[in-house]
């Protein structure tokens, strides 16, 4: 069984830790080498998010059984070969197409991964490991820090990619080895299964649930406009730019335990609170690079980190209490705003970075949507204790 929680974890190491987030420090070599701009380098993290939305709605029409499987290997493969594709060329066109195949294989990776190693946790009745399978997306970061910053001056930005391509197969074998569906039960199991089934409860959207969809649609539009150019906003301000890579590695560091503090604080002091207190974390750490401060730039690489998967775990765990037991459809759809958020938040603000020259407005714009996404939240906690005194408490949940 523990094969299949490391499995889990390096699924997410390769699909999040590289496949979405290597592009970040890399970044600022491929423009220094290529001359790619700041506008077309949002543009590609914005393409890659495409991917990954578009792929999050296609992946969940897939079967239990060999098709999952099938289908998480394809992703697999995927994922190998547009990481260290991206090394072989130098054309935008190529890039792009890479980078949104990339997306559509996290996707994959990360939804069937996961799914089918919580899965297998489930069948051996070890459902208290499953915290620890979200470790997978800040070792990914931290691990992809780590080599561009160690390795990136004496490889280049073409052997990063390619170097991190070959790791990835590593990691992949692995997770093709360890991560799977079991063979499909009997026919006779089958229908007892189904019989015992009850039907999916029906889910009629309240006033809070629609205000957590709205903070999380400006949550995946705030956050990753830092998750996106961090490490290009400290290499252009000198007193930060020999922290660039090193930071990125902090804020995966930082990322590893997120999920799984911010989720005591959730039991602590009630979902609601703890999640407009990531949010208002956040916000600071998104602001502390335009003071171009070297500590600030770490701090804000802990705050970053420390709060984006935290946030996740906190909105999922919060959907599900506001549900009533449709958790399926709300995950669904939290998937799907935070999706479209990351697809529109890079553009604008690599255009603007473009015109200014500056991350400044970039940066002001992004904490400004995740405080307003806590904003919204303070109304949904307001508005879920008028309906229920207890909510602020419980869905705000000790659950």
Request: charge should be positive.
């Amino acid at each position: 069984m523990i094969r299949a929680l490391i499995g889990g974890v390096l699924v997410l190491v390769v699909s999040m830790g590289v496949g979405r987030f290597a592009f970040t420090p890399i970044l600022p070599a491929m423009q220094a080498a290529t001359g790619l701009g700041t506008d077309a380098a949002g543009l590609l993290a914005s393409l890659n998010y495409l991917g990954y939305f578009l792929g999050a709605l296609g992946v969940g029409l897939v079967p239990q059984g060999a098709a999952r499987t099938a289908v998480f290997r394809t992703a697999l493969i995927a994922s190998v070969t547009s990481t260290a594709g991206m090394g072989f060329t130098d054309d935008l066109a190529a890039w792009a197409a890479l980078r949104f195949v990339a997306g559509l294989a996290s996707a994959g990776l990360f939804i069937l991964g996961i799914a089918m190693t919580l899965d297998a946790l489930a069948r051996a009745g070890r459902e208290s490991w499953t915290g620890w399978l979200y470790t997978g997306v800040g070792l990914g970061i931290a691990s992809s820090g780590l080599f561009v910053a160690v390795m990136g001056g004496r490889l280049g930005w073409r052997g990063d990619w390619l170097w991190l391509g070959v790791a990835c197969l590593g990691f992949g074998t692995l997770s093709w080895l360890w991560v799977g569906d079991p063979p499909r039960e009997s026919g006779h199991a089958t229908a007892q299964t189904a019989a015992r089934a009850s039907p999916a409860p029906a889910f009629r959207p309240s006033v809070p649930m629609v205000l957590l969809t709205l903070a999380y649609f400006l949550e995946g539009a705030g956050y990753i406009v830092t998750g996106t150019f961090l490490v290009a906003i400290l290499k252009t301000m000198p007193e930060t730019a020999p922290l660039g890579a090193a930071a990125w590695m902090v804020t995966g560091l930082a990322a590893m335990p997120s999920g799984i503090l911010w989720a005591a604080a959730g039991r602590r002091f009630g979902l609601w609170r703890a999640l407009i207190l990531a949010h208002v974390v956040q916000a600071v750490g998104i602001l502390l690079p335009i003071t171009g401060s070297p500590a600030a730039a770490v701090l804000s690489a802990v705050l970053f980190g420390g709060t984006f998967v935290g946030i996740v775990t906190l909105s999922f765990t919060l959907g599900r209490h506001l549900s009533g037991g449709a958790s399926a459809r709300v995950i669904g759809a939290l998937t799907a705003v935070y999706g479209l958020g990351q697809i529109i938040g890079p553009v604008p603000a690599g255009l603007v970075v473009a015109r200014t020259g500056s991350f400044d407005s970039a940066l002001l714009g992004a904490a400004a949507a995740v405080l307003a996404g806590a904003l919204l939240l303070a109304a949904g906690a307001w508005m879920a204790g008028r309906r229920d005194p207890a909510a602020v408490a419980l869905g705000a949940g000790r659950g």
